[in-house]
């Protein structure tokens, strides 16, 4: 016993040292490629500068001052820029390849790898790609031109020095950013608790003449001045609140016309957007620290953002105050000191070392020196077309493994799809569900475009029974397929033949959604939908089922057999409480899971290759989602994950072919807001509208009910988080509320105006749904409403602020839950809760829509049609039969006045292009009536204003795409 813990406590430790090393490996891999960019864009930077340096002292006087400055911003583009297209009229086609890319893709330890180098070409064609090495990325032979033995001696010392330095280059280099950053974080920090510790300038007459100069430069935003005995010269500062920081000695002794010359230059730093990019820049150098050129560059750029202001503002004050302008700067410089340098200010004495340029161009400035050049504008374009671009690389070039593979193509194959297709095995059929009106499945022969179906169902029949997922077998000659009934909310295994013959249920009575096959084609591979959700297999000859593991809470990703039938590799989430995943195998002989890739980023399984040999997944690892292969041997990874695809996105996996292609599917979904003018006599919509915002990640609008505002949410791409906007609707200025919850819905006004009404999730799994209340002033969050165990959706306020409306439902994952859903009022204060409406499932509540005054409530289910139901007795009226259920997509608002009932209807089930038409009834009864049709315009929501003059629009638009990669895969590697 006590030597098998000794053995298990070794093995167990050689398994930790190793993913620490793999870890370890990964981490310095992108740092060499990341250190590997950055000293490629300080190359170029430095060849930019001097371009730029050069044009300004030949043309710098035909310029002006403004596009003198604004040249820079060619050089700030291309430093950003983490990869440019090429072009044959780059700047950078002068100068050679620069070899560290390529340097940087050996690990660390294999310095001592010799390059293969061919005494010379052959024809003008490149050698070919050599093996990949062990534990290392494909390496990339170098084909050189024979050269004389002195110079390839001088060049191999110093590639030699190169290698031996590069593991500590990073190192310093960060060491320096760190260093440097820190100081300049400290020095704003510092000015900060300074600023905030001083109260804003009280002085009347001081703050009509900085009113007066607002108003001259055309500034609108809200800029607070804050006099300070610490401040020793004026600026700017901020970055989302700017303050104008004003020495306490210049109030006392400046004149009137100096301190108005102060605040109009302070303002056109404010108007030219100088402090944002003063933070660029600030970043910038803290990246690019050890290039004296590029400080330089940006003491010239401040220099002449200094100049751009004071033409800026002469353009303003004319020409003939120019002299008086001058003397204002040459008596502030005396008797003031230089500002900070500090990236969040922006000062009118910034340098006096370049005071002579500036009274230079003062005394010389002409009314038309701000004014749109013809000529500066070809200049900076000329510019930005040989700076921007890279080098075009020829076939002599050194080039990446992924850009010397001939051929290689990315092409869409099916523009819509079901988004429940599979691939056969040998790339030649796809099988979805391609026509939603009838839900069948159909299988698509890629060689010749001909379709067919394989189930059976009639025009119309999807809205009661359908297919969802499917696998085909490794033969290509059976698919098995999940089919769904939605009446009686059940599901069945069926297995068919290709061509449609054979159709027979295989297991029925759970939510069996088939993922892959064995090897041998004898089981197919499934995932069965519970808590928690298994993988299982399922003989596909009896349907008998055989478990094989839990695969948590959170819907199973991708299920994939080796092709040696092995193992199964499939991807979970790294915690509850997070959305991103890790790579598993399946030992299927030892029954035993492996932990395969375990990293902080996200990581989603792709597929085997087709050899076996390496597994092909998708990571955010370098903050874009890339395609990398990492190869296994055994169940063990070996060396570390090769990127072959990068920017491929976060896409859906479908499978490899065995050719090396892979297929997968780009889903995308965009809801847009636009509000529109209403006519109340004719009730429709004009023409055009307008975007409140361009994101595509927009939701619930709520007018105000004083109409002054709009409230909305929107999904911030960069941290998937929803943010509260409140959009005045006489300036369009907008502020944020952070609700600081990953999941919002249905927000809605309050009837006084002061607080939102939201659901929400404090975990993105929406276990626990809530309804909160938020402070639309302090951004204060308080919660109404907890379950535990059901869903809850849709709420609002009615009119007495008293009570609350929304729709509970047992929730999917709820085996104990009634099957009932309901429309419930609460009383807040007692916590008691009326049913209004139920309906018992599989039935559901669509839509439902309260009335103004908040007595009547209209309500369509996908069984009984639209119905109108009285508040306080839950008496019930039928509007519409039970024909328009499947015609409505929402009911969308009453009129205000009560009136009318507003209705979104499709009049087909899946029209293209899409097709909504707004109808409307009367709430007495009667026949409802058409009043517009919108073609490609997918409206999903109205909101009609208090006013009934304007709407606010929701659009929801869907991309269900399949394409293949060919030729991506290095050579002789995963094929």
Same mark, same amino acid.
């Given at each position: 016993?006590?030597?098998?813990?000794?053995?298990?406590?070794?093995?167990?430790?050689?398994?930790?040292?190793?993913?620490?090393?793999?870890?370890?490996?990964?981490?310095?891999?992108?740092?060499?490629?990341?250190?590997?960019?950055?000293?490629?864009?300080?190359?170029?930077?430095?060849?930019?500068?001097?371009?730029?340096?050069?044009?300004?002292?030949?043309?710098?006087?035909?310029?002006?001052?403004?596009?003198?400055?604004?040249?820079?911003?060619?050089?700030?583009?291309?430093?950003? +820029?983490?990869?440019?297209?090429?072009?044959?009229?780059?700047?950078?086609?002068?100068?050679?390849?620069?070899?560290?890319?390529?340097?940087?893709?050996?690990?660390?330890?294999?310095?001592?790898?010799?390059?293969?180098?061919?005494?010379?070409?052959?024809?003008?064609?490149?050698?070919?790609?050599?093996?990949?090495?062990?534990?290392?990325?494909?390496?990339?032979?170098?084909?050189?031109?024979?050269?004389?033995?002195?110079?390839?001696?001088?060049?191999?010392?110093?590639?030699?020095?190169?290698?031996?330095?590069?593991?500590?280059?990073?190192?310093?280099?960060?060491?320096?950013?760190?260093?440097?950053?820190?100081?300049?974080?400290?020095?704003?920090?510092?000015?900060?608790?300074?600023?905030?510790?001083?109260?804003?300038?009280?002085?009347?007459?001081?703050?009509?003449?900085?009113?007066?100069?607002?108003?001259?430069? #055309?500034?609108?935003?809200?800029?607070?001045?804050?006099?300070?005995?610490?401040?020793?010269?004026?600026?700017?500062?901020?970055?989302?609140?700017?303050?104008?920081?004003?020495?306490?000695?210049?109030?006392?002794?400046?004149?009137?016309?100096?301190?108005?010359?102060?605040?109009?230059?302070?303002?056109?730093?404010?108007?030219?957007?100088? @402090?944002?990019? #003063?933070?660029?820049?600030?970043?910038?150098?803290?990246?690019?620290?050890?290039?004296?050129?590029?400080?330089?560059?940006?003491?010239?750029?401040?220099?002449?953002?200094?100049?751009?202001?004071?033409?800026?503002?002469?353009?303003?004050?004319?020409?003939?105050?120019?002299?008086?302008?001058?003397?204002?700067?040459?008596?502030?410089?005396?008797?003031?000191?230089?500002?900070?340098?500090?990236?969040?200010?922006?000062?009118?004495?910034?340098?006096?070392?370049? %005071?002579?340029?500036?009274?230079?161009?003062?005394?010389?400035?002409?009314?038309?020196?701000?004014?749109?050049?013809?000529?500066?504008?070809?200049?900076?374009?000329?510019?930005?077309?040989?700076?921007?671009?890279?080098?075009?690389?020829?076939?002599?070039?050194?080039?990446?493994?992924?850009?010397?593979?001939?051929?290689?193509?990315?092409?869409?194959?099916?523009?819509?799809?079901?988004?429940?297709?599979?691939?056969?095995?040998?790339?030649? !059929?796809?099988?979805?569900?391609?026509?939603?009106?009838?839900?069948?499945?159909?299988?698509?022969?890629?060689?010749?475009?001909?379709?067919?179906?394989?189930?059976?169902?009639?025009?119309?029949?999807?809205?009661?029974? !359908?297919?969802?997922?499917?696998?085909?077998?490794?033969?290509?000659?059976?698919?098995?397929?999940?089919?769904?009934?939605?009446?009686?909310?059940?599901?069945?295994?069926?297995?068919?033949?290709?061509?449609?013959?054979?159709?027979?249920?295989?297991?029925?009575?759970?939510?069996?959604?088939?993922?892959?096959?064995?090897?041998?084609?004898?089981?197919? +591979?499934?995932?069965?939908?519970?808590?928690?959700?298994?993988?299982?297999?399922?003989?596909?000859?009896?349907?008998?089922?055989?478990?094989?593991?839990?695969?948590?809470?959170?819907?199973?990703?991708?299920?994939?057999?080796?092709?040696?039938?092995?193992?199964?590799? !499939?991807?979970?989430?790294?915690?509850?409480?997070?959305?991103?995943?890790?790579?598993?195998?399946?030992?299927?002989?030892?029954?035993?899971?492996?932990?395969?890739?375990?990293?902080?980023?996200?990581?989603?399984?792709?597929?085997?290759?087709?050899?076996?040999?390496?597994?092909?997944?998708?990571?955010?690892?370098?903050?874009?989602?890339?395609?990398?292969? %990492?190869?296994?041997?055994?169940?063990?990874?070996?060396?570390?994950?090769?990127?072959?695809?990068?920017?491929?996105?976060?896409?859906?996996?479908?499978?490899?072919?065995?050719?090396?292609?892979?297929?997968?599917?780009?889903?995308?979904?965009?809801?847009?807001?636009?509000?529109?003018?209403?006519?109340?006599?004719?009730?429709?919509?004009?023409?055009?509208?307008?975007?409140?915002?361009?994101?595509?990640?927009?939701?619930?609008?709520?007018?105000?009910?004083?109409?002054?505002?709009?409230? !909305?949410?929107?999904?911030?791409?960069?941290?998937?988080?929803?943010?509260?906007?409140?959009?005045?609707?006489?300036?369009?200025?907008?502020?944020?509320?952070?609700?600081?919850?990953?999941?919002?819905?249905? +927000?809605?006004?309050?009837?006084?105006?002061?607080?939102?009404?939201?659901?929400?999730?404090?975990?993105?799994?929406?276990?626990?749904?809530?309804?909160?209340?938020?402070?639309?002033?302090?951004?204060?969050?308080?919660?109404?409403?907890?379950?535990?165990?059901?869903?809850?959706?849709?709420?609002?306020?009615?009119?007495?602020?008293?009570?609350?409306?929304?729709?509970?439902?047992?929730?999917?994952?709820?085996?104990?839950?009634?099957?009932?859903?309901?429309?419930?009022?609460?009383?807040?204060?007692?916590?008691?809760?009326?049913?209004?409406?139920?309906?018992?499932?599989?039935?559901?509540?669509?839509?439902?829509?309260?009335?103004?005054?908040?007595?009547?409530?209209?309500?369509?289910?996908?069984?009984?049609?639209?119905?109108?139901?009285?508040?306080?007795?839950?008496?019930?009226?039928?509007?519409?039969?039970?024909?328009?259920?499947?015609?409505?997509? @929402?009911?969308?608002?009453?009129?205000?006045?009560?009136?009318?009932?507003?209705?979104?209807?499709?009049?087909?089930?899946?029209?293209?292009?899409?097709?909504?038409?707004?109808?409307?009834?009367?709430?007495? #009864?009667?026949?409802?009536?058409?009043?517009?049709?919108?073609?490609?315009?997918?409206?999903?929501?109205?909101?009609?204003?208090?006013?009934?003059?304007?709407?606010?629009?929701?659009?929801?638009?869907?991309?269900?795409?399949?394409?293949?990669?060919?030729?991506?895969?290095?050579?002789?590697? #995963?094929?």
């Amino acid at each position: 016993m006590r030597t098998f813990r000794t053995k298990r406590s070794m093995i167990y430790k050689k398994s930790s040292n190793r993913k620490e090393r793999d870890k370890m490996e990964g981490v310095m891999t992108n740092a060499q490629m990341f250190f590997g960019w950055l000293l490629q864009t300080t190359l170029i930077a430095s060849l930019v500068i001097c371009l730029i340096l050069l044009i300004q002292k030949m043309l710098g006087g035909k310029l002006g001052p403004r596009w003198c400055h604004a040249l820079w911003l060619v050089l700030l583009i291309r430093m950003i +820029l983490p990869w440019a297209p090429s072009s044959r009229v780059s700047l950078f086609n002068l100068i050679p390849s620069w070899d560290w890319q390529a340097q940087s893709q050996q690990l660390p330890g294999i310095a001592d790898h010799k390059e293969v180098s061919p005494p010379a070409e052959t024809a003008g064609i490149p050698e070919a790609m050599p093996d990949q090495e062990p534990q290392s990325e494909a390496t990339i032979r170098k084909v050189v031109a024979p050269k004389s033995q002195a110079l390839a001696n001088v060049e191999g010392k110093f590639k030699s020095r190169l290698i031996s330095l590069r593991p500590v280059l990073p190192v310093l280099w960060l060491a320096g950013a760190i260093v440097i950053g820190a100081y300049l974080l400290v020095s704003d920090f510092a000015l900060w608790r300074i600023v905030k510790r001083d109260r804003p300038l009280v002085d009347q007459p001081m703050l009509e003449l900085f009113e007066e100069c607002k108003a001259q430069m #055309g500034v609108q935003s809200l800029v607070v001045v804050v006099p300070s005995s610490q401040i020793k010269s004026p600026a700017l500062f901020g970055f989302i609140r700017p303050r104008l920081l004003l020495p306490r000695e210049m109030l006392d002794t400046a004149t009137r016309e100096e301190m108005r010359y102060v605040f109009l230059h302070e303002l056109a730093h404010l108007r030219r957007h100088d @402090i944002y990019i #003063g933070w660029l820049t600030s970043l910038l150098q803290v990246l690019h620290w050890f290039n004296p050129l590029i400080w330089f560059a940006f003491y010239r750029m401040r220099a002449d953002r200094e100049l751009a202001c004071d033409a800026l503002v002469l353009t303003r004050t004319g020409q003939e105050k120019s002299h008086e302008y001058g003397g204002a700067i040459v008596g502030l410089v005396r008797r003031f000191s230089r500002s900070r340098r500090l990236p969040a200010m922006a000062g009118i004495i910034e340098n006096k070392s370049q %005071l002579k340029r500036r009274i230079a161009m003062i005394t010389q400035f002409k009314n038309n020196s701000y004014r749109w050049s013809p000529l500066a504008i070809t200049v900076i374009i000329v510019v930005g077309c040989v700076s921007v671009p890279g080098p075009k690389h020829d076939s002599r070039s050194r080039v990446s493994t992924l850009e010397r593979r001939s051929g290689m193509a990315l092409r869409r194959l099916e523009e819509e799809w079901g988004g429940f297709g599979n691939i056969s095995p040998d790339g030649r !059929y796809l099988c979805d569900v391609d026509d939603w009106d009838n839900g069948n499945l159909t299988i698509c022969d890629l060689a010749t475009g001909k379709r067919w179906p394989v189930t059976e169902n009639g025009p119309g029949e999807a809205i009661s029974h !359908y297919a969802l997922d499917a696998a085909m077998s490794p033969d290509s000659g059976k698919v098995a397929y999940l089919w769904y009934e939605e009446k009686t909310g059940t599901s069945s295994l069926w297995l068919v033949g290709r061509d449609g013959s054979d159709r027979r249920r295989l297991c029925e009575g759970k939510y069996i959604m088939p993922k892959d096959w064995s090897a041998d084609g004898s089981k197919i +591979l499934a995932a069965v939908y519970g808590q928690p959700h298994q993988m299982v297999w399922i003989s596909a000859s009896d349907g008998s089922i055989q478990h094989v593991r839990d695969v948590g809470k959170k819907y199973p990703g991708k299920f994939d057999v080796s092709p040696d039938g092995r193992f199964i590799a !499939y991807d979970l989430p790294q915690a509850d409480d997070t959305p991103k995943r890790d790579v598993f195998l399946y030992d299927i002989a030892m029954d035993r899971d492996i932990h395969l890739i375990e990293t902080p980023a996200d990581d989603v399984l792709l597929g085997w290759t087709p050899d076996g040999k390496s597994i092909f997944f998708s990571s955010d690892r370098t903050d874009s989602w890339d395609g990398w292969l %990492l190869d296994v041997r055994d169940g063990k990874p070996t060396g570390i994950p090769q990127r072959v695809k990068p920017g491929m996105g976060k896409v859906e996996p479908v499978g490899f072919r065995s050719n090396g292609y892979y297929y997968f599917a780009v889903y995308d979904i965009r809801r847009s807001i636009y509000t529109a003018s209403f006519d109340p006599n004719t009730c429709s919509i004009s023409f055009p509208l307008n975007p409140v915002r361009q994101t595509g990640s927009q939701n619930d609008p709520d007018w105000s009910p004083d109409g002054k505002y709009l409230a !909305y949410y929107d999904i911030e791409k960069e941290n998937d988080t929803p943010v509260i906007r409140i959009r005045s609707v006489a300036t369009g200025q907008e502020r944020e509320i952070e609700p600081k919850l990953p999941l919002v819905a249905d +927000l809605r006004w309050a009837p006084d105006g002061g607080s939102l009404l939201v659901t929400g999730s404090a975990d993105r799994n929406r276990s626990h749904l809530m309804i909160y209340q938020i402070d639309v002033q302090t951004g204060e969050r308080t919660e109404l409403v907890h379950s535990e165990n059901m869903g809850l959706w849709g709420a609002q306020w009615l009119p007495d602020g008293k009570r609350l409306l929304y729709r509970r439902y047992p929730g999917d994952d709820n085996t104990t839950a009634p099957r009932t859903a309901s429309l419930v009022i609460r009383d807040i204060d007692t916590g008691h809760e009326k049913d209004l409406v139920q309906v018992e499932r599989p039935d559901l509540i669509q839509s439902w829509a309260l009335s103004p005054d908040g007595r009547r409530l209209v309500v369509e289910s996908t069984s009984g049609g639209v119905t109108l139901v009285s508040v306080d007795s839950g008496q019930t009226r039928e509007l519409l039969g039970r024909d328009w259920a499947e015609k409505i997509r @929402i009911v969308a608002s009453w009129s205000p006045d009560g009136g009318y009932i507003f209705l979104l209807v499709c009049p087909e089930m899946s029209p293209k292009p899409p097709i909504t038409e707004l109808w409307r009834i009367a709430a007495a #009864g009667g026949q409802p009536e058409k009043l517009q049709t919108f073609r490609q315009l997918p409206l999903v929501r109205i909101r009609i204003h208090p006013s009934g003059k304007h709407v606010a629009l929701v659009t929801h638009e869907g991309l269900y795409e399949m394409w293949v990669m060919e030729n991506f895969l290095p050579e002789d590697l #995963g094929k």
